[in-house]
């Protein structure tokens, strides 16, 4: 059995912890299991607990009397019963529920408006947030759930539920700490970056590390939502899949990223950033906070042993920058380098296994030119089966990566 440990909130200011006990005095008692999940909630108003599955997610809740049962596909809400009753429709994110109609979103992945079903297309509500996720004139009777970044709010307790914690926007702060960071690496970060690296007068390697200046922030304040800046930074569910392209007009690259079928990137665990120059590829990867990417795609262009930006290039000698100037990123998924002629080459001339070496990760990349078939809408890659110019069996798609010691591996095949 899983024993509860417990929080006081005291609502007003300047007053004892235990003045509730006088009687007329705001009090809240918050309780937690020993997976840090909220479990219980107790006011000077009202009581609530939750109940979770063994995966952590939320599978009931009760508000006084009232209790809400939800059903899970996958990580996402799919029907929720209780006092009323409501089926949630996903696609590329929630689309509708039978209560409260279709959702439509901004940017940042906010819901901003629904819309009734059926063809009147009648706006029902509209949500406006600040930067914190604060609501703007809000509606206590509202029962739409998926407000501010997609997050589910409960109007109980005034906090979204995020799965992995409780985020309040009140204060901008989570009200559990950040499990992720220990000591050994909240200075350096997950994957260490060597500096100075040289060999002393017995022939051994000497170096040391450069702190990662993203771990010593997150990690200074385990509650802190977006490193206290949500307008530059996001805080996604925990996994963030991470997208580069090459931001020049007529080049179609920004397209074929913004509408690709391999991710959604309308996701709030997406994060899209657009380069031009090789200098601003260095300085947005560099700056990359990494310790929870799952898949990269590169939407790149490039040829053997090089990657081209306006007026700049990436490369292993002769280019602006050469891939010696990239820090390491920890990618424990795949990375997708959509750029011509990535996987060609011998190893040491090779983009493909510059980034398996750079990620950790598994690459995939095509030996000759990468082109696209447009459908419904979506962006699919595939080979224009061209080396050097002329049509060749081998340019095609294949997976790079490095084994345990260290050597080269490659594994021809069309994973799309």
Known sequence: MIKSCFRFSIIAEKRSPWSFLQGGQPYELDSYNLLNQLVGVVTDSYTASYAYNAAGLRISKIVDDATTNFVWDGSNIAYESGASTDRYVRGIGLIKSDLNGF???????????LVASGSSGTVTKEYRYD????????????????RYSSYFWDGETETYYCQARMYNPSIGRFTQQDSHWNPGNMIYGDKPQKI????????????????????????????????????????????????????NPGSGFKEQAMNSPYYDSSSDD?????????????????????????????????GEGELYFKGSSIGFSGSNITFSDLHNKNVSGRTYLFSCHGGQGKEGNNVAWEFAAKTGSTVVANRGGVSYTKIFGKYYARTDGKMDGKYNLTAVWGQYSYNKNGKAKYWPGNIF
């Open 196 to 247: 100075g690296e040289r060999k002393d007068a017995l022939g051994l390697n000497v170096y040391t590390y450069s702190p990662d200046i993203f771990a010593i922030m997150q990690s200074g304040n385990l509650y802190g939502y977006c490193m206290g800046n949500p307008i530059f930074f996001i805080d996604p569910s925990g996994l963030t899949t991470v997208v580069f392209y090459y931001d």
């Open 270 to 302: 997406v994060l899209i950033i657009s380069v031009t120059t090789a200098d601003d590829f260095l300085l947005e990867w560099n700056a990359l906070y990494d310790s929870d990417i799952t898949d990269m795609y590169l939407y790149l262009h490039g």
């Open 103 to 113: 959702y439509l979103y901004n940017a940042h992945g906010d819901v901003v408006q």
């Open 131 to 146: 930067s914190f996720g604060n609501e703007v004139g809000i509606d206590e009777n509202d029962n739409n759930p998926f």
